[in-house]
């Protein structure tokens, strides 16, 4: 009888160690798992689409209120239609902006360039009456044929390049007609510049040498040139051929 009660005791033992033990694992796995993909999702909803590879939402031509027929949407890609320049006038595109203004930010996006084509996107832009264009205040990543376009001869004016003001540490586009990936990131007064996974240029905004820099350059002489912390997003018309896609923002 002593031994039957003991091992029935054992049992009991075994029963009540295993079975809520075994169950709260699972809960807590079960819970940590959702966490798991809810903090992945969060994550990647971080990225804004800036483009929505059907139309032109969210986005105007500088100092303006509609974008310019040239500006056309193919096949979920934003193309650039340079071929009328004879009607240039009416039938033009002009540089566009967001609507949205930035100021801390991770920038990706898409773009390939025609034979001899030069454009560029230009960030911190202001849209205000008293500038004409949006490089007179936004600093320019430039997007380039390099072997084709005569820029492709100037220092500093290569893709990559922070336009006029520092050249690539290194090149890394492809060749024209295929797709590169360009990032820009701005934080807390820091600047990068990347290429196809290659980064180009880093520097440090505001400072003296920011400002050297800009003193040295062909923007000398326009004040609101680089001085800016916050502004809109410019896609550049330059009179050629470009196409962008997976255009996306990360505000920081």
């Known amino acids: 009888m002593k031994t039957t009660i003991l091992s029935l005791s054992i049992l009991g033992l075994m029963a009540t160690a295993c079975s809520p033990s075994e169950k709260g694992n699972t809960e807590n796995e079960t819970v940590n798992e959702e966490v798991s993909v809810k903090t992945t999702t969060s994550t990647d909803d971080e990225w804004t689409k800036l483009f929505n590879g059907q139309n032109l939402d969210g986005w105007t031509n500088y100092n303006k209120e509609t974008v310019g027929p040239a500006w056309k949407v193919e096949d979920g890609v934003l193309f650039l239609d340079a071929s009328n320049k004879e009607n240039w006038q009416v039938n033009g595109g002009g540089d566009i902006v967001t609507e ?4 801390n930010f991770h920038l990706k996006l898409d773009w390939k360039i025609s034979k001899n084509g030069n454009s560029g996107i230009m960030f911190l832009v202001q849209e205000l009456d008293e500038y004409k264009h949006p490089y007179n205040t936004g600093p320019e990543y430039q997007l380039l044929d390099n072997d084709g376009h005569p820029d492709g001869k ?23 007609g295929e797709w590169n990936t360009s990032e820009i990131i701005v934080n807390q007064g820091k600047l990068t510049f990347k290429l196809n996974g290659v980064t180009t240029v880093e520097t440090t905004l505001w400072d003296d040498n920011w400002k050297e820099l800009i003193a040295n350059s062909k923007f000398k002489n326009m004040e609101g040139f680089g001085q800016y912390q916050k502004g809109k997003i410019s896609l550049q018309d330059h009179g050629n051929n470009i196409w962008f896609k997976n255009i996306m923002i990360k505000e920081l």
Do not use: C, F, S
């Open 100 to 103: 949205k203004v930035y100021d």
């Open 154 to 176: 100037i220092e500093k004016h290569r893709t990559g390049d922070l336009y006029d003001l520092i050249k690539a540490k290194e090149e890394a586009e492809n060749p024209v």
